[in-house]
């Protein structure tokens, strides 16, 4: 490149302008942002997929050892079932493909949680993203450990029973239906 001016052919002569201290600051503040919604939203997240966790270890380990149905009321009852598909039983398989397809899936959400939660523009979405998140790694968790979601919450009336849930689905679900009210009240309000 024989020019000293810049060119297409010839990018290593372009010259950068430094970043200036404005900008630098808008950036620190960005950054600083993300990183405050990310801790906002992983209490949440930890403290979810750790109590569902200990729910159902405690399941497993005392309360249906051996494994039985307990009517706690005329509504609701203890049970103990292993979720291999997705939400309600759905793509329930035996194909040793579909815990690691499920798994991986699982993961790639999880990750997109992260940086929607990094990217929230309030706590509170921060907050409700990290609910999901933590019902979505506690599920994964159980795929990995026992190769499928460990389900125990029986809820039922006039003989018609509800697919059996845990404290993650209870999370996702809750995490789910706060988002899409939050969307739906803020949302009209919000102008860029």
């Known amino acids: 490149c024989p020019r000293l001016a810049p060119t297409p052919s010839c990018p290593e002569y372009a010259v950068v302008a430094p970043m200036s201290s404005m900008a ?8 600083a942002a993300a990183h405050l919604m990310l801790r906002v939203g992983l209490l949440p997240a930890i403290l979810i997929a750790l109590a569902d966790q200990a729910s159902k270890w405690w399941i497993l380990l005392d309360v ?4 039985r149905v307990l009517e706690v009321t005329p509504f609701f009852n203890l049970v103990l079932t292993f979720n291999r598909g997705v ?3 759905l793509l329930d398989s035996d194909s040793p493909w579909s815990q690691p397809l499920l798994i991986a899936l699982a993961l790639g959400i999880s990750v997109v949680l992260v940086i929607w939660m990094r990217q929230a523009e309030t706590r ?3 907050r409700t993203t990290g609910v999901i998140l933590g019902g979505a790694l506690g599920n994964v968790i159980d795929r990995f450990f026992h190769g499928g979601v460990v389900d125990f919450l029986d809820f039922y009336a ?7 849930f845990n404290l993650a689905d209870s999370a996702i679900t809750c995490g789910v ?3 899409l009210a939050e969307s739906l009240i803020a949302g009209p309000t919000k102008t860029k």
């Open 158 to 164: 006039y003989g018609a029973h509800f697919p059996a």
């Open 24 to 31: 630098r600051k808008r950036r620190r503040s960005e950054r």
């Open 124 to 126: 509170y979405v921060a």
């Open 177 to 179: 239906i706060f988002l």
């Open 64 to 67: 249906m050892n051996p494994p």
């Open 87 to 89: 939400s309600f039983g």
